[in-house]
């Protein structure tokens, strides 16, 4: 890291106990010690929550924030710092449960009902175990803890079949181990497997090798941070930041799914999106007319290729400027709105968060915020200016309460037009002509904020958390001046708990093979980092892919959260028409079988919106056992993703003979079925060689997956029944959610939730419907069973829990 060359070490001793340890780390607890080594602490104190020890000018205190969530914190100078964060609210932080005092005269320490953690005595050594003894996470011998002036490095110790995965959307495969990484975001146009840092910062990472062991890691802090699994130090994990305080959480499983709601209950969950926002998304750097926009539309609906959203970039505005329209080519954005939402289509705005500086020209962003004093500013206490899109720029000064709201109200006209969603791109942030791509680090901001103390910061501190705090601005915004409606708000860059404002896309990817392979890892990695409805720009921003790239793009990411396709200016057009009716229908086809899909899909976001398990997965995350093994194959699990516990993707991601490549796949212990046929797969050993057109896809046995009929747009009400199509297996349930799609009554009831299970007996298979939750009315009057499989010769018996379920019809396949 930068800045450790100068450094003050906190030397750490390790005794003949530390020692044992170490040789047997993860597997057993330690050999006890002769003699206990020489205490060098000062002061000890002890908590309801925790415990808290002095070592010459080092105070550490560790305090349990949930049973299975430890939060620790390192000061110098025999003082802790400020507690205030951006990324766990104040209302997390201040509970605690209470713990039971464990210490004995080699360490202080105490117990909850699922850890005991540990503070040696003479070393500030941290070792956290499971109540059965096994290591969760521990300090690595040697120099652990190591200060400089500002700076500082934690060493942690890794396990032999330790993987790490998380900290946002960043490239290198799956799995971090043996690299290493910089969080602090940056304008990385066409970046490549190797480029680090991107655009968002989320120093989170989940970490396990099995079903019993797994963790994951906070570090709550917003200055530029590294993290080193094991690249620089064999079996050791390195991580720290040039500044701020030393403050992280260590969060329990033990299966990995555990860890993530764990983080999710520190640091958010994504709110539920309307659902329009899960259909298929067109966009391009530029649409420059608003005839085009129209001439988009009507393309969609004369084809009857679905479709949900038509996004407007910088070339809709006045001069680039934000909150303007070009009144030449949008002359009348609110009719427009209105002619598109007719059509079944929303429409999202691109709105960078920086402003036109143009004193004197009745550009209202800018004269009302010069007049409520809402820009960052240089050290000399002048306006900092930046050239951006529109020339010179100033910046609002997020991390004032104030000046966010300013800002949130300055959407008022776009809602009025009928604005469906805010785009925030360029918000690193993101400045022209300068080698950093950014601000200097001593532009000032000032924090004015409820839970921190009142004062000044310098981009330093501010930078990772500068986007975070836009798209907070632009989500409050909404949501005040249409309270009862979902706000979507697409953001670039993010910190850790920047899912509670916005959705997000990795960037400006490239349409190459490469980067369609990238993609996947990404999108995993951001789910398991909070940001659970996630996309990539499909078909790749920059460049221009070819037929067979873009159907198979769009074959794959059809299973994705976010399902958005997007371009750079001056390439020949991407729309699922644009390459010939061949490849129209692929995509068409897939596209199709997202809608059909979308009750599934539409349950899993409600589930994530509540428990912030991702949509898409990691196979890992239900089959846990596959945890340790190797990720670096194209074969293997790192290519390959779950969409929810049922559905299994095996992506074939290379291309050039992308109709002639044959790979291999095993899948998971279990029964699966071919989701396209229905029919049982004999064997876990598969070989795929699927043509352009096809898509290999298994679904899990013991799965009841609802789909709808075929509808254009998500304003449609399917004509025809509730499908349920029924996989006989173990343990065989399924849910469905829904609501109205886009409005905040789901929050005072008004949903529909309902399990469905089914058991076998012999030849016989029941299905149980059960009783529904909430009040909101089933779109359908008749449901249709799919039991697929051929299992059993005689018809499914039905136990309706519920007594408006509506006529049932049986199929057998």
Request: charged share 20%; aromatic share 10%.
């Given at each position: 890291?930068?800045?450790?060359?100068?450094?003050?070490?906190?030397?750490?001793?390790?005794?003949?106990?530390?020692?044992?340890?170490?040789?047997?780390?993860?597997?057993?607890?330690?050999?006890?010690?002769?003699?206990?080594?020489?205490?060098?602490?000062?002061?000890?104190?002890?908590?309801?929550?925790?415990?808290?020890?002095?070592?010459?000018?080092?105070?550490?205190?560790?305090?349990?924030?949930?049973?299975?969530?430890?939060?620790?914190?390192?000061?110098?100078?025999?003082?802790?710092?400020?507690?205030?964060?951006?990324?766990?609210?104040?209302?997390?932080?201040?509970?605690?449960?209470?713990?039971?005092?464990?210490?004995?005269?080699?360490?202080?320490?105490?117990?909850?009902?699922?850890?005991?953690?540990?503070?040696?005595?003479?070393?500030?050594?941290?070792?956290?175990?499971?109540?059965?003894?096994?290591?969760?996470?521990?300090?690595?011998?040697?120099?652990?803890?190591?200060?400089?002036?500002?700076?500082?490095?934690?060493?942690?110790?890794?396990?032999?079949?330790?993987?790490?995965?998380?900290?946002?959307?960043?490239?290198?495969?799956?799995?971090?181990?043996?690299?290493?990484?910089?969080?602090?975001?940056?304008?990385?146009?066409?970046?490549?497997?190797?480029?680090?840092?991107?655009?968002?910062?989320?120093?989170?990472?989940?970490?396990?090798?099995?079903?019993?062991?797994?963790?994951?890691?906070?570090?709550?802090?917003?200055?530029?941070?590294?993290?080193?699994?094991?690249?620089?130090?064999?079996?050791?994990?390195?991580?720290?930041?040039?500044?701020?305080?030393?403050?992280?959480?260590?969060?329990?499983?033990?299966?990995?799914?555990?860890?993530?709601?764990?983080?999710?209950?520190?640091?958010?969950?994504?709110?539920?999106?309307?659902?329009?926002?899960?259909?298929?998304?067109?966009?391009?750097?530029?649409?420059?007319?608003?005839?085009?926009?129209?001439?988009?539309?009507?393309?969609?609906?004369?084809?009857?290729?679905?479709?949900?959203?038509?996004?407007?970039?910088?070339?809709?505005?006045?001069?680039?400027?934000?909150?303007?329209?070009?009144?030449?080519?949008?002359?009348?954005?609110?009719?427009?709105?209105?002619?598109?939402?007719?059509?079944?289509?929303?429409?999202?705005?691109?709105?960078?968060?920086?402003?036109?500086?143009?004193?004197?020209?009745?550009?209202?962003?800018?004269?009302?915020?010069?007049?409520?004093?809402?820009?960052?500013?240089?050290?000399?206490?002048?306006?900092?200016?930046?050239?951006?899109?529109p020339g010179d720029s100033v910046f609002p000064d997020f991390t004032r309460a104030a000046t966010r709201a300013w800002y949130g109200a300055l959407y008022t006209d776009f809602a009025k037009?009928?604005?469906?969603?805010?785009?925030?791109?360029?918000?690193?942030?993101?400045?022209?002509?300068?080698?950093?791509?950014?601000?200097?680090?001593?532009?000032?901001?000032?924090?004015?904020?409820?839970?921190?103390?009142?004062?000044?910061?310098?981009?330093?501190?501010?930078?990772?958390?500068?986007?975070?705090?836009?798209?907070?601005?632009?989500?409050?915004?909404?949501?005040?001046?249409?309270?009862?409606?979902?706000?979507?708000?697409?953001?670039?860059?993010?910190?850790?708990?920047?899912?509670?404002?916005?959705?997000?896309?990795?960037?400006?990817?490239?349409?190459?093979?490469?980067?369609?392979?990238?993609?996947?890892?990404?999108?995993?990695?951001?789910?398991?980092?909070?940001?659970?409805?996630?996309?990539?720009?499909?078909?790749?921003?920059?460049?221009?892919?070819?037929?067979?790239?873009?159907?198979?793009?769009?074959?794959?990411?059809?299973?994705?959260?976010?399902?958005?396709?997007?371009?750079?200016?001056?390439?020949?057009?991407?729309?699922?028409?644009?390459?010939?009716?061949?490849?129209?229908?692929?995509?068409?086809?897939?596209?199709?079988?997202?809608?059909?899909?979308?009750?599934?899909?539409?349950?899993?976001?409600?589930?994530?919106?509540?428990?912030?398990?991702?949509?898409?997965?990691?196979?890992?995350?239900?089959?846990?056992?596959?945890?340790?093994?190797?990720?670096?194959?194209?074969?293997?699990?790192?290519?390959?993703?779950?969409?929810?516990?049922?559905?299994?993707?095996?992506?074939?991601?290379?291309?050039?003979?992308?109709?002639?490549?044959?790979?291999?796949?095993?899948?998971?212990?279990?029964?699966?079925?071919?989701?396209?046929?229905?029919?049982?797969?004999?064997?876990?050993?598969?070989?795929?060689?699927?043509?352009?057109?096809?898509?290999?896809?298994?679904?899990?046995?013991?799965?009841?997956?609802?789909?709808?009929?075929?509808?254009?747009?998500?304003?449609?009400?399917?004509?025809?029944?509730?499908?349920?199509?029924?996989?006989?297996?173990?343990?065989?349930?399924?849910?469905?959610?829904?609501?109205?799609?886009?409005?905040?009554?789901?929050?005072?009831?008004?949903?529909?939730?309902?399990?469905?299970?089914?058991?076998?007996?012999?030849?016989?298979?029941?299905?149980?419907?059960?009783?529904?939750?909430?009040?909101?009315?089933?779109?359908?009057?008749?449901?249709?069973?799919?039991?697929?499989?051929?299992?059993?010769?005689?018809?499914?018996?039905?136990?309706?829990?519920?007594?408006?379920?509506?006529?049932?019809?049986?199929?057998?396949?």
């Amino acid at each position: 890291m930068r800045g450790m060359m100068r450094r003050t070490i906190v030397p750490v001793m390790v005794g003949l106990a530390c020692a044992a340890w170490a040789s047997t780390a993860r597997t057993q607890t330690p050999a006890q010690a002769p003699l206990p080594p020489q205490s060098r602490v000062t002061v000890t104190a002890g908590f309801d929550n925790g415990a808290e020890v002095h070592i010459d000018n080092i105070v550490m205190r560790v305090t349990a924030v949930r049973q299975s969530i430890v939060r620790v914190r390192i000061g110098r100078d025999g003082k802790l710092p400020e507690d205030a964060s951006w990324a766990v609210p104040s209302q997390v932080r201040s509970t605690g449960v209470r713990v039971h005092p464990a210490s004995d005269a080699q360490s202080i320490g105490f117990s909850t009902d699922a850890l005991d953690v540990r503070i040696d005595r003479a070393t500030l050594r941290l070792v956290v175990r499971d109540k059965v003894g096994r290591v969760v996470s521990a300090d690595a011998p040697g120099e652990a803890l190591q200060l400089n002036s500002t700076g500082f490095s934690l060493r942690k110790v890794m396990g032999e079949h330790e993987r790490f995965f998380g900290l946002g959307d960043k490239t290198g495969g799956l799995d971090r181990r043996d690299h290493a990484f910089t969080l602090w975001n940056t304008d990385a146009y066409a970046f490549g497997d190797g480029s680090d840092p991107l655009y968002k910062s989320i120093p989170f990472f989940l970490a396990g090798g099995d079903a019993q062991s797994s963790y994951g890691l906070l570090l709550d802090n917003s200055f530029r941070s590294s993290f080193d699994f094991g690249k620089s130090e064999r079996d050791v994990l390195r991580f720290g930041a040039e500044s701020g305080p030393i403050d992280y959480y260590i969060i329990y499983g033990p299966h990995p799914k555990q860890v993530l709601e764990g983080y999710a209950l520190l640091t958010g969950t994504q709110p539920l999106p309307p659902r329009w926002a899960l259909g298929f998304q067109q966009s391009r750097y530029s649409y420059m007319t608003a005839a085009r926009v129209r001439e988009i539309a009507t393309n969609f609906r004369r084809r009857k290729i679905p479709a949900d959203v038509i996004y407007m970039d910088i070339d809709y505005q006045d001069r680039n400027r934000p909150f303007t329209t070009n009144p030449k080519t949008f002359p009348n954005i609110k009719s427009l709105m209105g002619e598109m939402k007719a059509q079944g289509f929303h429409i999202v705005t691109i709105v960078d968060l920086h402003v036109a500086a143009a004193p004197g020209q009745n550009y209202l962003p800018y004269d009302s915020g010069r007049a409520g004093d809402h820009f960052v500013h240089n050290p000399d206490g002048s306006v900092y200016v930046g050239k951006v899109w529109p020339g010179d720029s100033v910046f609002p000064d997020f991390t004032r309460a104030a000046t966010r709201a300013w800002y949130g109200a300055l959407y008022t006209d776009f809602a009025k037009a009928g604005v469906s969603g805010i785009w925030n791109d360029m918000n690193e942030p993101a400045i022209f002509e300068r080698l950093d791509k950014t601000m200097p680090l001593d532009v000032v901001s000032r924090i004015d904020e409820p839970g921190f103390v009142k004062r000044t910061a310098t981009q330093a501190e501010i930078h990772n958390i500068f986007g975070m705090q836009n798209t907070r601005a632009t989500y409050d915004g909404l949501r005040t001046l249409n309270p009862d409606e979902r706000a979507f708000v697409l953001t670039r860059a993010s910190f850790a708990g920047g899912q509670r404002y916005a959705y997000t896309w990795t960037g400006d990817n490239s349409a190459t093979w490469d980067h369609l392979r990238l993609a996947t890892p990404q999108l995993l990695n951001l789910g398991m980092s909070g940001f659970v409805f996630s996309g990539v720009d499909v078909g790749g921003y920059a460049g221009m892919p070819s037929p067979e790239l873009m159907s198979r793009w769009i074959a794959i990411h059809a299973f994705m959260p976010l399902f958005r396709a997007h371009s750079e200016s001056g390439m020949p057009d991407k729309e699922p028409w644009a390459q010939g009716p061949i490849h129209e229908a692929i995509r068409k086809h897939f596209i199709e079988e997202r809608y059909r899909l979308m009750p599934y899909i539409y349950t899993l976001a409600e589930e994530a919106s509540r428990t912030g398990i991702p949509l898409a997965r990691p196979v890992f995350l239900e089959f846990p056992e596959r945890m340790g093994r190797s990720f670096g194959k194209p074969s293997d699990d790192a290519s390959s993703f779950m969409l929810g516990s049922a559905l299994l993707i095996a992506t074939p991601q290379f291309g050039g003979s992308a109709n002639e490549y044959r790979y291999g796949f095993n899948l998971p212990a279990g029964e699966w079925y071919d989701y396209w046929t229905g029919r049982a797969v004999k064997t876990h050993e598969i070989k795929l060689a699927p043509r352009i057109d096809q898509l290999p896809v298994f679904v899990r046995a013991g799965s009841i997956i609802p789909r709808q009929a075929l509808i254009q747009h998500d304003g449609e009400t399917p004509k025809g029944p509730l499908e349920l199509h029924i996989y006989p297996g173990p343990d065989c349930q399924g849910t469905l959610y829904t609501d109205d799609g886009h409005s905040m009554a789901y929050q005072k009831g008004v949903y529909l939730r309902q399990q469905f299970r089914c058991t076998t007996d012999g030849d016989r298979l029941t299905v149980h419907f059960d009783q529904r939750e909430g009040s909101f009315p089933a779109f359908w009057s008749t449901v249709a069973l799919y039991v697929h499989g051929g299992r059993g010769k005689a018809a499914p018996r039905i136990i309706a829990d519920h007594p408006q379920m509506g006529d049932v019809m049986v199929s057998i396949n």
